[in-house]
């Protein structure tokens, strides 16, 4: 095979509806079956693709243990049925993990030694917790100060980012409450129908007086998140968790959740081949590092340097999902850039549908690509913070259907 | 023990998911026993639907009915029209639906069918005749019909009336007075069937005169709860506060049922709600429940209602000084005769409430009680006062009372002028209460306690002004502590300082205790005649060593903290902490190292050193590094330290027995007593039973497994991010830091195993290095001056 440079193209994108944690409806929903689900999923409208040919299945998780441990990318991708010849790899770059596998498969391919990839996420906050079941810090950071941020909570990052950048506690539940008011219309208007794979929880209930258990069915297809009672006052009245005098809520943060997505990319030539219809082409992407305690202005660092790397001024891009891990942080990096408000998160963010860390930036691919075409937008950018002080950005285009 | 043989209750029943039936219900479910709580059909949804949001109820109650929180899954919901065929299995059947007489008659009406026919059947009304509704019980049925009147909180209160009828069992009464008392660890009185019985008929009246004399002396009603709280041995909600959480609404219901079910009693005429409480009313102002009543809240203001004004005003709680400097004297007959002399109207005001209470009580004590006992406890117990009226009466000199009250009499300054009863002026009587027991109207004697045979349960029960228990034999006596016993080879120790607080004599005691008890006894309990079991250490010594820079003295004391707990652990007999009320620092430490617990339902233990600016030194930390090491069974040790760690970076205070356990203060094969007087007897029969299963105290642990580096560090990332967040202060997190280092056994390796010793010398340390520091010592010289802690 010859090594050249060459484009990588979004085929198509799905996701998991995705439940809120610890006890919405995927509270006990495995996420290698969530992953599966969507694996069988994104390629379930194309049976001229032989699966023997995905060169890779890579797949995003933030804390890759328990019942997403022992690399839950190759243990899904066999649930879901796939050749034993089909490889799979977790990666792990907190809340870009999903975004990170995008980048990674579109490598394999641009470098012209893979023609057909999978990329994804998959997280159950539910079953694993956040910094997962056994934490244990490295002692070396508090032997001096400088590396004592490593160890903030992300919601005191938050407080941090909040207090350095001024943003008031108004704005941050104005801003909860437009993310809310926004993924509750389109969640009506249907925005995500496209994009969402309904999935059939079973669950095992008792029958104490037979001994017996019976599976209970539930068919959801769509976001459990969204809350259509929020109200103003009803989030100024939430006390601060993360700091005594602080300024964040439950109301301002994103909200805990389980989710799957996954994403199918391919060569022109494997496009051609198994006469499929691209939605979108990856265009650029980027990450980068920022001071572990104000890790929520990470995206400030990583959005310049993915135009940069596309060659596009920030104007052109026409749709921008950045990640709500905080009202607080994510109006800073708008007060930063002066990114355009109408263009950020139109369907709302993670504060009202959810952000299930490591399946996000896939989730968030899935969401973008198809309001891309939907309405009729060419540039989209995903864009995150990221826990010890990152921030990653992509670039898409969207390619008109034929 | 012949305390259960009478009755055996299974199941109880409980009708009414009301106020006062559902907190039954739960402390029923507290005390482990099956409770079934029955209401209305709900009108749609679950059918058990009423029930079922009394019981999500209960958990939000403060305080709290539940002794822990799981304990509401244990109550079954019923309601009566499906629910009535599991009667047939309950034994004791609790009736606690609203105060209507028609009301209550249709509903045993409708159940009696489905009762079982040796069930006890117990209303638990605050007024209504028992008899009268007896009546309305099948008369086949009528001997198993008697009256029970729990007090609100029920699980607080310790006062439950006992009523029969002329129908009722004797048996049958007997059987549930050992119930109430041991399993649900009640004070029973039992009273004669009159309306209000016994508390409520003194409590309510004391209210009226003192309403009547705020009235007629123009006191403010500040000024009147100022006067009428702890200052005089009540609650601390004092008259009016009171009024307004009970409500004014049910306060005016409760005197209209005195005014009408009482119309030949002298006091009738005062037996009226007041014309300001009625308009109050009218506006909405029922009490807290309505957020205003006699007091409002605004902010954090507290108003109160002036009737001159006619509007709320700042509430000032002002006492004379004069007045105050009598009521602080510590002689009670030197208290009243100068209160009687002083002519400030607040003095007159306290002495004309005492005077016309004394004068209601003396004149109906033959008509509603057997004994001036019954009528002291019921007022201790059902008000929360410290001494009953007559208590007050005897301290104050009976025969000088007497006349006075004779005289103000005589010159018409009473509220009635019923004749007082002659045995009150007899020139020979001093006492209602004494060892040979307290006065009887009805034989004119002294008449002894019960005999019922629970009551041998109780071998210290509370005392009345007048009896003086004899504990034992004193083995010896020091000014910290006394070991004594009853002939019985148990030895008791018990503390003497005040608040049972532990100093260097307490110490020398424990030590010498267990040296004394190898060789003279069985078994050594740890009891204290009054609560609370300890406060903790004796901080005034501790002040006085760190004025003295004295830290190699106060390292001796440390060491010697731990030499006591180690001697309550290795002693060669079994040693039993016989536990109630606050079991706070060192005194949980001794809890914690006794081979066994017995520990009463109201137990508040906790390792609170860092409200001091300390750490648990007395091994508290190596006790809890020990358990989790053993609970890890080879596992996580960290998961188990961390419920730990917060217990005493938080200086958790257990809410109860129960909740202890849970915390990891006690042991889950620790003994929880309802009746706080039996955990005298309960420690000495485990003691016994420990010794007689040939004890040996355990070898001192050499494989504790370390937590190690790693999770102090992840304990420091949570302080660093409470501290950063503000929610803790600097010098908490050096303390917090300190707890970890020494509960995770330092600066090891996880999984090293560690030995007892090695875990002592690191709580000794840290101790010591926080000691040292200033903002250590303002935190306990702010807490000896304040009572409160300082967060510095």
Redesign the interface.
């Known amino acids: 095979m010859t090594k050249q440079v060459q484009d990588a193209y979004i085929v198509a994108a799905v996701r998991t509806p995705v439940g809120k944690a610890p006890r919405g409806f995927f509270r006990n929903t495995r996420p290698d079956d969530l992953l599966a689900h969507t694996l069988k999923g994104v390629l379930s409208s194309f049976p001229q693709i032989d699966k023997k040919r995905i060169a890779d299945v890579i797949i995003g998780c933030a804390m890759p243990e328990a019942e997403q441990g022992m690399n839950v990318a190759r243990i899904s991708l066999l649930l879901a049925g796939f050749p034993d010849c089909v490889p799979g790899v977790t990666v792990n770059r907190f809340c870009a993990s999903g975004l990170q596998t995008v980048s990674m498969a579109a490598d394999r391919i641009r470098l012209g030694e893979a023609d057909i990839m999978i990329a994804g996420g998959t997280e159950s906050m539910s079953l694993i917790p956040m910094m997962g079941h056994?934490?244990?810090?490295?002692?070396a950071?508090?032997a001096g100060n400088e590396n004592?941020g490593i160890?903030?909570?992300m919601?005191?990052t938050a407080?941090k980012v909040a207090s350095q950048w001024n943003i008031s506690r108004e704005a941050q539940d104005a801003f909860a409450f437009e993310s809310h008011r926004r993924a509750v219309a389109a969640t009506q208007a249907g925005e995500f129908k496209s994009e969402i794979l309904p999935y059939t929880v079973q669950e095992s209930v008792p029958d104490f007086s037979q001994v017996s258990t019976s599976l209970k069915s539930q068919v959801v297809s769509v976001d459990e998140g969204p809350r259509a009672d929020s109200t103003m006052e009803g989030l100024a009245k939430l006390k601060p968790v993360?700091?005594?005098?602080?300024s964040v809520t439950a109301g301002s943060c994103s909200q805990m959740s389980d989710g799957a997505a996954a994403v199918l990319l391919m060569s022109e030539r494997a496009i051609k081949e198994f006469g499929v219809q691209p939605i979108a082409r990856v265009v650029s992407f980027a990450v980068t590092g920022v001071p572990p305690p104000v890790m929520g202005i990470g995206p400030v660092e990583a959005i310049p340097l993915a135009l940069k790397m596309a060659g596009l001024n920030q104007s052109e891009i026409d749709w921008i999902e950045l990640n709500e891990a905080f009202a607080a942080q994510s109006l800073a990096v708008c007060n930063v850039l002066e990114l355009d408000r109408a263009k950020v998160n139109p369907l709302g963010g993670a504060i009202a549908l959810g952000h299930p860390l490591g399946a996000t930036g896939a989730i968030r691919t899935a969401t973008l690509v198809h309001a891309l075409q939907r309405h009729n937008k060419k540039y989209g950018m995903i864009s995150m913070c990221i826990g010890t002080g990152m921030g990653a950005a992509g670039i898409f285009e969207r390619i008109l259907m034929n | 023990m012949d305390s259960c043989s009478n009755v055996i209750v299974r199941k109880v029943a409980v009708l009414g998911a009301g106020v006062m039936g559902a907190q039954i219900a739960a402390h029923l479910a507290n005390a482990n026993v099956e409770v079934v709580l029955f209401d209305l059909p709900a009108k749609d949804g679950d059918a058990n639907g009423v029930v079922l949001k009394a019981i999500a109820n209960l958990q939000k109650l403060e305080p709290s009915p539940l002794s822990v929180k799981s304990k509401s899954g244990y109550m079954t919901p019923a309601n009566y029209e499906t629910g009535l065929a599991v009667l047939k299995e309950c034994d004791l059947v609790i009736e606690a639906i609203a105060e209507r007489m028609d009301w209550k008659l249709d509903l045993y009406n409708k159940i009696a069918p489905h009762l079982h026919p040796q069930c006890i059947f117990a209303t638990n009304t605050s007024g209504l005749s028992i008899e009268k509704l007896g009546n309305g019980f099948p008369e086949a049925m009528r001997s198993r019909f008697c009256g029970v009147h729990f007090f609100n909180p029920p699980r607080y209160m310790t006062l439950v009336e006992l009523i029969a009828t002329p129908n009722t069992d004797p048996k049958l009464l007997d059987g549930l007075e050992t119930f109430l008392v041991t399993v649900l660890g009640k004070g029973v009185v039992r009273t004669k069937d009159t309306p209000n019985f016994i508390a409520n008929r003194i409590g309510v009246f004391s209210l009226l005169a003192t309403i009547y004399h705020a009235e007629r002396l123009g006191l403010g009603f500040d000024v009147v709860d100022a006067l009428t709280g702890p200052i005089i041995g009540r609650a601390k909600s004092a008259t009016f506060r009171t009024m307004d959480v009970v409500g004014l609404d049910t306060m005016t219901h409760v005197i209209k049922t005195m005014a009408d079910t009482l119309p030949n009693d002298l006091w009738n005429k005062y037996f009226k709600t007041p014309v300001w409480v009625e308009e109050l009313i009218k506006n909405g102002a029922l009490g807290q429940k309505s957020g205003a009543g006699v007091y409002r809240k605004v902010g954090k203001d507290i108003l109160v209602m002036d009737l001159a004004l006619r509007n709320y005003r700042p509430s000032a709680q002002e006492i004379a000084p004069e007045v105050e400097a009598i009521l602080k004297m510590k002689d009670p007959r030197e208290k009243f005769a100068a209160l009687r002399t002083c002519s400030h109207p607040q003095a007159e005001f306290v002495c004309s409430i005492f005077r016309d209470l004394w004068h209601y009580c003396a004149v109906t004590l033959d008509s509603i009680a057997n004994t001036a006992r019954d009528l002291d406890f019921a007022v201790r117990w059902g008000y929360g006062w410290a001494m009953g009226p007559f208590e007050v009466w005897q301290a104050a000199g009976w025969s000088q009372i007497a006349s006075w009250i004779s005289e103000d009499l005589a010159a018409g300054k009473l509220m009635t002028n019923a004749p007082i009863p002659n045995w009150a002026t007899d020139k020979n009587r001093k006492v209602m209460h004494s060892n040979e027991g307290s006065f009887s109207p009805k034989t004119g004697g002294m008449q002894g306690r019960s005999t019922l045979p629970v009551y041998k349960r109780q071998p210290y029960p509370e005392t009345l002004l007048g009896e003086k228990p004899t504990y034992g034999e004193t083995v010896f006596e020091t000014d910290g502590v006394r070991l004594w016993h009853t002939g019985d080879e148990i030895g008791i120790l018990s503390f003497k300082s005040k608040m049972h607080a532990v100093g260097n004599e307490v110490l020398d005691g424990i030590i010498r205790a267990t040296s004394e008890a190898e060789k003279q006894f069985k078994g050594l309990v740890l009891w204290q005649s009054e609560p609370p079991f300890s406060a903790g250490a004796n901080l005034a010594q501790v002040t006085q060593a760190v004025a003295q820079k004295d830290f190699v003295t106060l390292e001796a004391t440390v060491a010697k903290f731990q030499q006591a707990s180690l001697a309550l652990r290795y002693c060669m007999v079994p040693t039993v902490a016989a536990v109630q009320g606050m079991a706070l620092g060192g005194g949980c430490e001794f809890v914690m190292h006794c081979t066994k617990t017995v520990a009463a339902l109201e137990t508040y233990a906790g390792l609170v050193e860092v409200g001091v600016g300390l750490l648990p030194a007395g091994g508290g930390i190596k006790e809890f590094a020990l358990r989790a090491s053993r609970e890890a069974k080879g596992g996580?040790t960290?998961h188990f330290l961390a419920q730990y760690f917060q217990n005493m970076a938080m200086g958790q205070v257990s809410r109860s027995a129960e909740n202890a356990k849970e915390l990891g203060y006690l042991k889950h094969s620790d003994v929880v007593v309802f009746n706080p007087n039996e955990i005298l007897t309960v420690a000495k029969t485990e003691a016994r039973a420990m010794c007689e299963a040939a004890y040996r105290p355990p070898l001192r642990p050499r494989d504790i497994l370390a937590a190690g580096?790693?999770?102090?560090?992840?304990i420091?990332?949570q302080l660093?991010?409470m501290k950063?967040?503000?929610?803790i202060s600097e010098h908490d997190f050096e303390i917090g830091s300190r707890i970890a280092f020494a509960l995770c056994g330092g600066d090891v390796e996880?999984g090293t195993l560690l030995t007892e010793d090695w875990y002592l010398a690191l709580e000794r340390r840290a101790f010591m290095e926080l000691l040292r520091t200033e903002k250590t010592q303002a935190r306990i010289e702010h807490m000896l001056k304040t009572g409160k802690p300082l967060r510095n």
């Open positions: 056994k934490v244990v810090m490295n002692p950071l508090f004592v160890a903030y909570g919601g005191l407080e993360f700091a005594a005098r602080g | 996580n960290f580096k790693g999770a102090i560090a992840t420091k990332a660093v991010n950063e967040g503000g929610f996880a």
